[in-house]
Nanobody, 128 residues
Framework: VQLQASGGGLVQTGGSLRLSCAAS????????LAWLRQAPGKAREFVAG????????YYADSVKGRFTVSKDNANNTVYLQMNSLKPEDTADYYC??????????????????????WGQGTLVTVSS
């Protein structure tokens, strides 16, 4: 599985950006895709995720109500619409796919070890 993230850039506080993650290869084994981010000097953290069918979404508390994750099943592309951006949203944003089973509860979304494939980061900078 290969993941290609894009859409990052520089935006002012309160602005919007839409990130894309295009998945290719053996995506038939995919169970979920998540967006995670890493700010300078900080640990990588979960942002939002969606099951591969698109039926379930999950968000970190810090982005609820501002970010929306969605999936285009025809193109195997997952989007992260980010609105009302804040300087603290500045980070490298990564997409990652989970292929293993064991998604009976939501606790796994935040554990980096649960993801099997990672894309490269796309930088989002929010100026104050």
């Amino acid at each position: 599985v290969q993941l290609q993230a894009s859409g990052g850039g520089l935006v002012q506080t309160g602005g919007s950006l839409r990130l894309s993650c295009a998945a290719s290869g053996s995506t038939f084994s995919s169970r979920a895709l998540a967006w995670l981010r890493q700010a300078p000097g900080k640990a990588r953290e979960f942002v939002a995720g969606i099951t591969w069918s698109g039926g379930t979404t999950y968000y970190a508390d810090s982005v609820k109500g501002r970010f929306t994750v969605s999936k285009d099943n025809a193109n195997n592309t997952v989007y992260l619409q980010m609105n009302s951006l804040k300087p603290e949203d500045t980070a490298d944003y990564y997409c990652a796919i989970r292929t293993r089973p064991g998604m009976s509860n939501s606790a796994w979304w935040g554990r980096l070890i649960e993801y099997d494939y990672w894309g490269q980061g796309t930088l989002v900078t929010v100026s104050s």
